[in-house]
DNA sequence: TAGATTGTTAATCGATTAACAATC
DNA sequence: TAGATTGTTAATCGATTAACAATC
């Protein structure tokens, strides 16, 4: 019924799936085809563009060319969407690097670490003080923040985020923030994650 | 009812709490206190313990000292538990040095890239051939494996892995991998976290 | 037409929460 | 005892899937 979570990382796996379609030469795709690439029933795949308003044909499924522009229009995908991160350490320093992120449009604008000696202002990603960040995220109208600070800086990074007018927060930190008003966090749990997948290995071993 | 991957997260987020609770000196905890901690209903605690026969005091609580040891040997806390990475690209590298997953018991063993100038014997954690790598994890029996190469080269590795006896992989390439028989695969997918982030703030940006 | 696919509604499934008896 | 907390069952909630009429 309502736009949630899953339904946009659909959204982009369906995006990925027709880029590769189209490099292909495809010009149809059915709602069958993007559900394999997704994993999910095609009904779903009907269901989610019905909410953007995306419509097909009864017979022929979709065009390719026209379902990327809406995808993309409604992903953002038009405009380049500016992030800081906080914490150069490893985790800081890959995403600034990261093509991945690039290659979608997700432009890293500066990177800011207490640690002075990681300064370098003339990179292709700047990294700045952290006592910089409010007035860069101010003068720069940032609203996307990428948290990877150790565990007890976290919530301290994420109160100067909000205050500078952040609305959304990817948390790489293992603590949860405690959100007030109109932000949105999404935590990625490595170590979470990763003890998961540890516990279920084992379990399936002892099965045996 | 069954174990899942939620429940598995939250008890690492027990585990957290608990660790903080134990350097402050407590000795007991109430559901509702963990239940704070992890952000759901405390007879979502009790349930969670339930099913691994964790029992407390109907007036008093659990003891910190008790459940943190329970907890640990749910999780494999006991073991080190070790991985291996295929890619040694920004992502690969990160996660190589991540003084996360040390912290956890969770020990990087040795990192592979196709590029043989990345290769490097004698780091701390060696970095090998891809071609090494299906000996390296048969010898060495990791059955954990963590996919950081580009989309393109990702199910080619993800095969290798499986062949090599691997059971859970942590992928952060953004295809979806083909999981046959008894392997686990989690993703880890960064743009698209990033990019619904995006979408609901440009969302509520929009509602006001 | 016959066959296939969409768009949408109803059914299902699973996870979380609420409620409450038991009991310390 | 009275009050508070556990352990467990029933209710709720939300997301996904199945089903199917409409239709090209």
Redesign the pocket.
Known sequence: ??V?K??IIRLSKYKNALAKLKALGFVKV???NLADAAG?????V??D??IFG?????????LVDELIEKVNDILGKNDIQKVVIAGAGNIGSALMKYAGFEKEGLKVSAVFDSDPSKTDKNGPVPILPIDSMKDYIKQNKIRIGIICVPDVSASGVFDIMVSSGIKGVLNFAPVSLKTQEDIIVENVNLVGELESLIYFVNASKKMK
Chains 1, 2 share one sequence.
């Open positions: 019924m309502t949630n899953n339904c059915f709602s069958d999910v029933a095609s009904s779903l009907r269901k563009f019905s995306i419509t097909g044909n009864k017979k022929g499924g979709y």
